[in-house]
C-alpha cells in the first residue's frame, strides 16, 4: 500500500504563509511527479503546482510568485510553502505522487492524499 499524507494546513491571516508537507510512504520503488492540487468550496479541483524528480517545477499563474513547491527525494516528500495568501486561496490542498510502486509495474500511477483544509481569513 501506498499512503500520502498531508499536514500544515490551517487558518491564516491575510497576507499570512504556510507551509504544506506531503510525505510518501509504503511500497514505492520510484517516484516521478509530485504535486498539489486544491479544490475551494463549488469549484473544480484545480492544479496548485508539480515537481519532478529532477526539480522541474510548474506553477498555476494565480500562484506564481508566491508559492514554491520542493521535494525531498531521499525521503519521498513533497512541500508547499505558501507567502502572501489570500481569501482566494481557501480550499482543500491535496498531494499526489506519480509513482511506481515495483521495479516490474509498467506504469507509473497517481496516488493522492486525503487533502488539508487552508483558510485565509482575517
Known amino acids: 500500500q501506498v499512503q500520502l499524507v498531508e499536514s500544515g494546513g490551517g487558518l491564516v491571516q491575510p497576507g499570512g504563509s504556510l507551509k504544506l508537507s506531503c510525505p510518501a510512504s509504503?511500497?514505492?520503488?520510484?517516484?516521478?511527479?509530485m504535486g498539489w492540487y486544491r479544490q475551494a468550496p463549488g469549484k473544480q479541483r484545480e492544479l496548485v503546482a508539480t515537481i519532478t524528480s529532477g526539480g522541474s517545477t510548474n506553477y498555476a499563474d494565480s500562484v506564481k510568485g508566491r508559492f514554491t513547491i520542493s521535494r525531498d527525494n531521499a525521503k519521498n516528500t513533497v512541500y508547499l510553502q505558501m507567502n502572501s495568501l489570500t481569501p482566494d486561496d481557501t480550499a482543500v490542498y491535496y498531494c499526489?505522487?506519480?509513482?511506481?510502486?515495483?521495479?516490474?509495474?509498467?506504469?507509473?500511477?497517481?496516488?493522492w492524499g486525503q487533502g488539508t483544509q487552508v483558510t485565509v481569513s482575517s
Open positions: 499526489y505522487a506519480n509513482l511506481k510502486r515495483f521495479s516490474g509495474d509498467y506504469y507509473y500511477q497517481n496516488y
Open positions: 509504503g511500497s514505492i520503488f520510484s517516484i516521478s511527479v
